[in-house]
């Protein structure tokens, strides 16, 4: 009874502790809000991430509301604010058989979660490429026990959306960092401000006149 009851315990401890990094999340000074879009509808990982960036001390800009062709049709459709994007390009979830029992039934799978995302700025500009973020999480199935397997796979399910929120979070945080350092790291280019003194030739040499 206490054995099954451990891993309930731990999901709700972990889901009432925010995902925090160590220092506030890297972006550039002048970055707007940040919103949070995905291909999915109804993400919950838009939910989390959302939650994630404002503990990481980011703007979030609302969730963009759903258009009713009303504003378009009578040419007033509102100027959209600037915003930077966190893309969710794409979600995908898979249960992957990893274990049989002697009569050759799945017994045991591996969870797997992968995600694409992106971030752009305001004006466009790609500030972390597209990249691929995958997780995995085994799991026992018994065959003759499929309401708690439901359970545990749920639990798991959140785990991973929790996980995969922070290694987003973790990925442009280090991009950005990075690209800071390597801007420090570039040697500043030779003077050609006022203060920069350009060469001066010589006068010609004067001969000396023959007695």
């Not at 940040?34 to 969730?63: I, M």
């Not at 997780?135 to 359970?151: F, N, Q």
Request: one cysteine or more.
């Amino acid at each position: 009874m206490i054995r099954n009851a451990l891993p309930l315990l731990l999901a709700l401890a972990l889901a009432g502790c925010g995902f925090h990094l160590r220092d506030k999340l890297a972006l550039p000074e002048d970055t707007p809000p940040v919103q949070v879009v995905s291909t999915a509808p109804y993400s919950e990982l838009v939910t989390v991430l959302e939650r994630n960036l404002r503990n990481a001390g980011a703007r979030v800009a609302p969730r963009e509301p759903k258009s009713t062709g009303t504003a378009a049709a009578v040419g007033a459709r509102p100027e959209a604010p600037k915003v930077a994007r966190l893309d969710i390009l794409s979600e995908r979830w898979g249960d992957l058989p990893i274990a049989i029992d002697e009569q050759g039934r799945a017994q045991e799978f591996s969870l797997r979660y992968a995600t694409i995302f992106t971030f752009r700025l305001a004006d466009g500009r790609e500030l972390v490429p597209q990249q691929v973020v995958e997780l995995s999480r085994d799991y026992v199935s018994p065959p003759e026990d499929a309401t708690g397997t439901s359970t545990e796979r749920e639990i798991l399910a959140d785990e991973l959306r929790r996980e995969m929120a922070a290694s987003i979070l973790r990925r442009i945080d280090s991009v950005v960092r990075a690209n800071l350092a390597r801007e420090a790291a570039t040697p500043a280019s030779p003077e050609t401000g006022p203060e920069a003194v350009p060469a001066i030739d010589p006068p010609p040499a004067t001969p000396t006149p023959t007695p």
